[in-house]
T-cell receptor, first 115, second 115 residues
Framework: EPEVTQTPSHQVTQMGQEVILRCVPI?????FYWYRQILGQKVEFLVS????????KSEIFDDQFSVERPDGSNFTLKIRSTKLEDSAMYFC?????????????FGPGTRLTVT | AQTVTQSQPEMSVQEAETVTLSCTYD???????LFWYKQPPSRQMILVIR??????QNATENRFSVNFQKAAKSFSLKISDSQLGDAAMYFC????????????FGKGTKLTVNP
C-alpha cells in the first residue's frame, strides 16, 4: 500500500541554522500538509498546499517557514533560522482530493531537535 | 475557533475486553467530519474510523465503533475485543470543509492493552 515517507527521521541542528524537512507524498495525491507536535502537546496544523501554492496557513507558520514542491514527488518544509521552540515532531500528510473530506495519510514524522 | 478535547491522557484495558475513549469537540460549522487516528509507537498515524456530521448512524469498522452525539458534541471510540496490537496513541480529530480541510487534533489518549 502506498505510504507517505519523510526524511530524515531525526534532525539535530543548532539554533539559528536552516533546516529542510523532506516528504514524499503518495504519488496521485494533490493536497499536502505539514503538522507539528511539540512534546506533550497537541498535533497542530501548520500549512496546506495545493496546485503549487499555499491554500491555508496557521499563525505558527510565520516568515521563517516556507514550503515548496520542487519536483513532482517531493514536498519540503524549510525553517530558515531555527529557534529552540521549533523542537518538535513534524508530520507531513497528503490527501487525494477535497470537497468530500478525503482521508489524510500521514508520514512517520521527523523529530527536530534544536540545541 | 475549533477545539478538540480528549480528557483521558492514558487508558488501559485487558486483552479481549472493551474500552471506550472519550472525545469532545467544539465548532460553529454545520458541515464537519470527525476522525479517530491511531499512532503505534514509532509509526505513522493511520485512520481508524471517520464520521460525517450529517449522518445520524454511528460509524463502525470491524471492532471499532463510535458513539456520535451531535447535540452534546461528543465523539467516543469503542474498541471491542481488544488486542495487543491495539496499543497505541489514539487521536481524535475534527475537520471542516472549505479551504484546506485542515485537521484539528486532541492531545491524544495512550492506550495500553494488558495480556
Amino acid at each position: 500500500e502506498p505510504e507517505v515517507t519523510q526524511t530524515p527521521s531525526h534532525q539535530v541542528t543548532q539554533m539559528g541554522q536552516e533546516v529542510i524537512l523532506r516528504c514524499v507524498p503518495i504519488s496521485n495525491h494533490l493536497y499536502f500538509y505539514w503538522y507539528r507536535q511539540i512534546l506533550g502537546q497537541k498535533v497542530e496544523f501548520l500549512v496546506s498546499f495545493y496546485n503549487n501554492e499555499i491554500s491555508e496557513k496557521s499563525e505558527i507558520f510565520d516568515d521563517q517557514f516556507s514550503v515548496e514542491r520542487p519536483d513532482g514527488s517531493n514536498f519540503t518544509l524549510k525553517i530558515r533560522s531555527t529557534k529552540l521552540e521549533d523542537s518538535a515532531m513534524y508530520f507531513c500528510a497528503s490527501s487525494a482530493e477535497t470537497g468530500g473530506f478525503y482521508e489524510q495519510y500521514f508520514g512517520p514524522g521527523t523529530r527536530l531537535t534544536v540545541t | 475557533a475549533q477545539t478538540v478535547t480528549q480528557s483521558q491522557p492514558e487508558m488501559s484495558v485487558q486483552e479481549a475486553e472493551t474500552v471506550t475513549l472519550s472525545c469532545t469537540y467544539d465548532t460553529s460549522e454545520s458541515d464537519y467530519y470527525l476522525f479517530w487516528y491511531k499512532q503505534p509507537p514509532s509509526r505513522q498515524m493511520i485512520l481508524v474510523i471517520r464520521q460525517e456530521a450529517y449522518k445520524q448512524q454511528n460509524a463502525t469498522e470491524n471492532r471499532f465503533s463510535v458513539n456520535f452525539q451531535k447535540a452534546a458534541k461528543s465523539f467516543s471510540l469503542k474498541i471491542s475485543d481488544s488486542q495487543l496490537g491495539d496499543a497505541a496513541m489514539y487521536f481524535c480529530a475534527l475537520g471542516t470543509q472549505g479551504g484546506s480541510e485542515k485537521l484539528v487534533f486532541g492531545k491524544g489518549t495512550k492506550l495500553t492493552v494488558n495480556p
